[in-house]
């Protein structure tokens, strides 16, 4: 029965019961539809059925220059030549579309347009942000997460896998072909907020849930979620999960056959740094030990005012500092005092006024302070004696005279008190590596960005690995650590798992992977299924591609996102056939002219009557400006390059190093996605920085010269330079009219006036709206 206006809401309960994002995905069939001509493939017909509905149809088909350009943004993030717009325009064939499809989806250039739309997913960065000051905040190996994902799209790898790879690579048998490692950087190259490692699981949580799933499971980390059916107790079960896993410190080696050339050359500057660091330790500790072997008669002495004088433990602390001696071997003395006591040790009768046969060279003073005296000139003196021999003979292991011996070994036997253990780190104010940590931390970041930046370093993966013991998480009662609230169990989401067990394989990660890349969960397939129509289309079948909770506006075209999910999972979750499916068909071919009469009533095109016109994204406005000056590198892979600075690199802006911290303000004015949190959907703004940035730069100036030298070399002639200007930069000959007005441009002043001309018209065709937008 249909709810009248004054029947009460939907309870939660059937809400949650009756979501379309929780209900399984069904078969669906492509309804009959009036306009059978126009259908090219099943995806048309669910448009049509919609437009059909309300009277409408759908719009032409897109001239054929304008269909190639289309596809080649779309699906490898560069302009097609003229050459190739003029052979596909008159390539009348029925076959000529869908191999064009065919042989964009095999270039390599494909898997760096589509790697960084994951990138935004997963966000990535080159670095940590902000984590203190003197902390190392480079990822040596970030690129290799980077390289994975574009290799995993040119491979076409099942998405199912894709997602196993990223959480759980180092629980799956890969071979001798270690790369897969380097997926789990999606899980580890995230904001590091100050190393606080509850946010940085909350973060991994984030990155999992909202990236594969479109579910807000964050929400739940201080109460259950307002809105969805996520209980607290299923965020700290996720939690338990990676508070589980724990990143090593030696980073696993992608394989053999990844060596760069340089290799050999790497590791011997390594060796050379690392010879510096050790050198340094060594030293130090040498020294370090030396000194408190010189102050032995201090530490007896402290120890006896302490002892005799009822000082308190706090008391005692500010008695070491304000005598500038080390807490820990202070205690070491304490505790070997009492031990020799015990022991009736020959070396220190005297010191507990115990009778027997000591060393001779221990004379009884008349007080304790005259006895401390004794001590600190023998041990003084043992030291000479030990030094001098050691200098004439390195080999040298003991004293000749046997009670000098004795006093030696107090002083350099193994458990000395005059010693610090080297397990404490070098920030604690006991260790003797403290004064010198400064300058070790900045040797040692010297070798991480030797690994980071140079040729021949050996590529690594940042993985994640189980923890000996797993973490039998609870709940964190409103978000606060030390109020415990009750335990529970690592374990997949409770909605979404109705035989629901713990996670039984070390951490679990294995096993959330599995329940999220399964078949039968209602969100895993959907969510990418409707952002790779977000990004061919410019929005998604549903609006928020990463909610698909409750207050998500449910999808424009509910049955054709099922059709699509389930040929995406029959064909062996295969991305490169989904964009077959979209771009095939006649919905994506339509023109992108706009209709008043449909506008006003559909302004979001929701009911996709048009293609929308869309701009030229950040990477793709930069790649595409080198790309029609001649200038761009399309070298695959590597480690990242800065291109922020002038002169910059050619490379395609997929390998710009991305600063977490000090994000440039290039990307940020064209709107990159936010590295610090998972990205759905960039913003799309237009602000005078943009126009001001394509005018008066020193990259845009430098191109447009380039690209007034091609049109030189290519033509010598004024209408003929033109033309080439025009097919490079619009893959198209100019009109009688743009080439009148560029010849009036042109023809005044000097030989170098007119080469700056030229130039400047270069450059007004690369920030015109037919370069930045695609229709």
């Given at each position: 029965?249909?709810?009248?206006?004054?029947?009460?809401?939907?309870?939660?309960?059937?809400?949650?019961?009756?979501?379309?994002?929780?209900?399984?995905?069904?078969?669906?069939?492509?309804?009959?539809?009036?306009?059978l001509?126009?259908?090219?493939?099943p995806?048309?017909?669910?448009?049509?059925?919609?437009?059909?509905?309300?009277?409408?149809?759908p719009?032409?088909?897109?001239?054929?220059?304008t269909l190639?350009?289309?596809?080649?943004?779309?699906l490898?993030?560069?302009?097609?030549?003229?050459?190739?717009?003029?052979?596909?325009v008159?390539?009348?064939?029925?076959?000529?579309?869908?191999?064009?499809?065919?042989?964009?989806?095999?270039?390599?250039?494909?898997?760096?347009?589509?790697a960084?739309?994951?990138?935004?997913?997963?966000?990535?960065?080159?670095?940590?942000?902000?984590?203190?000051?003197?902390?190392?905040?480079?990822?040596?190996?970030?690129?290799?997460?980077?390289?994975?994902?574009?290799?995993?799209?040119?491979?076409?790898?099942?998405?199912?896998?894709?997602?196993?790879?990223?959480?759980?690579?180092d629980?799956?048998?890969?071979?001798?072909?270690?790369?897969?490692?380097a997926?789990?950087?999606y899980l580890?190259?995230?904001?590091?907020?100050?190393?606080?490692?509850?946010?940085?699981?909350?973060?991994?949580?984030?990155?999992?849930?909202?990236?594969?799933?479109?579910?807000?499971?964050?929400?739940?980390?201080?109460?259950?979620?307002?809105?969805?059916p996520?209980?607290?107790?299923?965020?700290?079960?996720?939690?338990?999960?990676?508070?589980?896993?724990?990143?090593?410190?030696?980073?696993p080696?992608?394989?053999?056959?990844?060596?760069?050339?340089?290799?050999?050359?790497?590791?011997?500057?390594?060796?050379?740094?690392?010879?510096?660091?050790?050198k340094?330790?060594?030293?130090?500790?040498?020294e370090?030990?030396?000194?408190?072997?010189?102050?032995?008669?201090?530490?007896?002495e402290?120890?006896?005012?302490?002892?005799?004088?009822?000082?308190?433990?706090?008391?005692?602390?500010q008695?070491?500092?304000?005598?500038?001696?080390?807490?820990?071997?202070?205690?070491?003395?304490?505790?070997?005092?009492?031990?020799?006591?015990?022991?009736?040790?020959?070396?220190?009768?005297a010191?507990?006024?115990?009778?027997?046969?000591?060393?001779?060279?221990?004379?009884?003073?008349?007080?304790?302070?005259?006895q401390?005296?004794?001590?600190?000139?023998?041990?003084?003196?043992?030291?000479?004696?030990w030094?001098?021999?050691r200098?004439?003979?390195?080999?040298?292991?003991?004293?000749?005279?046997?009670?000098?011996?004795?006093i030696?070994?107090?002083?350099?036997?193994?458990?000395?008190?005059?010693?610090?253990?080297?397990?404490?780190?070098?920030?604690?104010?006991?260790?003797?590596?403290?004064?010198?940590?400064?300058k070790?931390?900045?040797?040692?970041?010297?070798?991480?960005?030797?690994?980071?930046?140079?040729?021949?370093a050996p590529?690594?993966?940042?993985?994640?690995?189980?923890?000996?013991?797993?973490?039998e998480?609870?709940?964190?009662?409103?978000?606060?650590?030390?109020?415990?609230?009750?335990?529970?169990?690592?374990?997949?989401?409770e909605?979404?798992?109705?035989?629901?067990?713990?996670f039984?394989q070390?951490?679990?990660?294995?096993?959330?992977?599995?329940?999220?890349?399964?078949?039968?969960?209602?969100?895993?397939?959907?969510?990418?299924?409707?952002?790779?129509?977000?990004?061919?289309?410019?929005?998604?079948?549903?609006?928020?591609?990463?909610?698909?909770?409750?207050?998500?506006?449910?999808?424009?075209?509910p049955l054709?996102?099922?059709?699509?999910?389930?040929?995406?999972?029959?064909?062996?979750w295969?991305?490169?056939?989904?964009?077959?499916?979209?771009?095939?068909?006649a919905?994506?071919?339509?023109?992108?002219?706009?209709?008043?009469?449909?506008?006003?009533?559909?302004?979001?095109?929701?009911?996709l009557?048009?293609?929308?016109?869309?701009?030229?994204?950040?990477?793709?406005?930069?790649?595409?400006?080198?790309?029609?000056?001649?200038?761009?590198?399309?070298?695959?892979?590597?480690?990242?390059?800065?291109?922020?600075k002038?002169?910059t690199?050619?490379?395609?802006?997929?390998?710009?190093?991305?600063?977490?911290?000090?994000?440039?303000?290039?990307?940020?004015?064209?709107?990159?996605?936010?590295?610090?949190?998972?990205?759905?959907?960039?913003?799309?703004?237009?602000?005078p920085?943009?126009?001001?940035?394509?005018?008066?730069?020193?990259?845009?100036?430098?191109?447009?010269?380039?690209?007034?030298?091609?049109?030189?070399?290519?033509?010598?002639?004024?209408?003929?330079r033109?033309?080439?200007?025009?097919?490079?930069v619009?893959?198209?000959?100019?009109?009688?009219?743009?080439?009148?007005?560029?010849?009036?441009?042109?023809?005044?002043?000097?030989?170098?006036?007119?080469?700056?001309?030229?130039?400047?018209?270069?450059?007004?065709?690369?920030?015109?709206?037919?370069?930045?937008?695609?229709?």
């Open positions: 029965m249909a709810r009248s206006a004054t029947t009460p809401p939907l309870s939660t309960l059937e809400q949650v019961a009756n979501h379309w994002a929780f209900q399984p995905v069904k078969q669906t069939v492509p309804p009959k539809v009036k306009h001509k126009w259908a090219r493939t995806v048309d017909h669910f448009v049509l059925a919609r437009l059909e509905a309300r009277g409408w149809t719009s032409p088909r897109a001239d054929r220059r190639i350009r289309r596809a080649y943004f779309d490898i993030g560069l302009a097609p030549t003229f050459v190739e717009v003029q052979a596909f008159a390539d009348d064939s029925p076959d000529a579309w869908p191999e064009l499809i065919d042989r964009l989806l095999a270039s390599p250039y494909y898997g760096e347009r589509w960084r739309h994951w990138l935004d997913v997963a966000r990535y960065a080159d670095n940590k942000g902000y984590v203190g000051v003197g902390v190392n905040r480079l990822y040596p190996y970030s690129y290799t997460y980077r390289d994975y994902v574009v290799r995993a799209f040119n491979e076409d790898l099942p998405y199912n896998r894709f997602i196993i790879e990223q959480i759980a690579a629980r799956l048998e890969l071979g001798e072909d270690k790369r897969p490692l997926a789990m950087g580890t190259l995230g904001r590091r907020f100050l190393n606080r490692q509850d946010d940085i699981i909350d973060d991994r949580i984030d990155v999992v849930t909202r990236g594969f799933m479109a579910l807000t499971v964050t929400c739940a980390r201080c109460h259950d979620h307002k809105y969805d996520i209980p607290t107790a299923d965020y700290y079960s996720m939690y338990g999960v990676f508070a589980s896993s724990h990143e090593p410190k030696k980073l080696l992608l394989g053999k056959g990844s060596l760069p050339p340089k290799h050999a050359a790497y590791l011997k500057e390594k060796q050379r740094q690392q010879a510096t660091v050790d340094l330790v060594q030293d130090t500790y040498a370090g030990r030396a000194k408190l072997r010189r102050r032995a008669g201090e530490y007896l402290v120890v006896h005012d302490v002892e005799f004088g009822n000082i308190n433990k706090e008391a005692a602390v008695l070491l500092i304000q005598r500038k001696l080390n807490i820990v071997s202070a205690l070491n003395w304490q505790r070997a005092l009492v031990k020799w006591k015990v022991e009736e040790h020959p070396v220190f009768l010191w507990h006024g115990l009778e027997g046969e000591g060393n001779p060279l221990v004379k009884r003073a008349a007080d304790r302070k005259g401390i005296k004794v001590y600190g000139d023998l041990f003084t003196e043992v030291e000479r004696q030094n001098a021999l200098k004439n003979n390195q080999n040298a292991t003991a004293l000749a005279d046997a009670n000098w011996e004795a030696r070994r107090v002083l350099h036997a193994k458990g000395t008190p005059a010693n610090v253990p080297e397990s404490l780190g070098e920030g604690d104010r006991n260790s003797l590596l403290f004064g010198q940590r400064d070790l931390k900045n040797l040692r970041s010297n070798l991480d960005k030797l690994a980071a930046t140079h040729p021949g590529p690594r993966a940042h993985v994640m690995l189980n923890k000996p013991r797993v973490v998480p609870y709940i964190f009662v409103r978000g606060s650590r030390g109020n415990r609230g009750a335990k529970v169990s690592r374990q997949f989401l909605h979404l798992s109705p035989n629901r067990k713990p039984a070390g951490s679990g990660r294995l096993e959330l992977a599995m329940a999220i890349a399964d078949p039968t969960n209602p969100l895993t397939a959907r969510v990418l299924v409707n952002r790779v129509w977000a990004h061919h289309f410019g929005r998604g079948l549903v609006s928020t591609p990463s909610d698909f909770g409750l207050r998500a506006q449910p999808p424009s075209h054709l996102l099922d059709w699509l999910v389930v040929r995406f999972i029959a064909e062996g295969s991305i490169k056939k989904l964009h077959r499916h979209i771009l095939l068909s919905t994506y071919q339509q023109v992108s002219s706009d209709r008043t009469d449909y506008l006003r009533v559909d302004p979001a095109n929701m009911l009557w048009k293609m929308k016109r869309q701009r030229l994204a950040f990477e793709t406005l930069r790649d595409g400006i080198l790309r029609a000056s001649g200038q761009l590198d399309l070298t695959l892979g590597g480690r990242p390059v800065n291109i922020a002038h002169p690199t050619p490379r395609r802006t997929l390998y710009g190093f991305i600063d977490r911290q000090n994000l440039p303000a290039l990307f940020r004015t064209f709107d990159f996605a936010n590295p610090d949190a998972h990205c759905p959907e960039r913003f799309e703004n237009t602000v920085q943009q126009a001001l940035f394509l005018m008066n730069s020193p990259f845009l100036t430098a191109q447009s010269d380039k690209l007034r030298e091609f049109a030189v070399k290519r033509a010598p002639l004024g209408q003929a033109v033309k080439v200007l025009y097919q490079k619009f893959q198209r000959n100019p009109t009688d009219a743009e080439i009148s007005e560029a010849l009036k441009f042109l023809s005044a002043g000097s030989e170098k006036e007119q080469n700056e001309a030229f130039s400047q018209l270069a450059q007004v065709l690369l920030l015109s709206n037919e370069f930045g937008f695609v229709d």
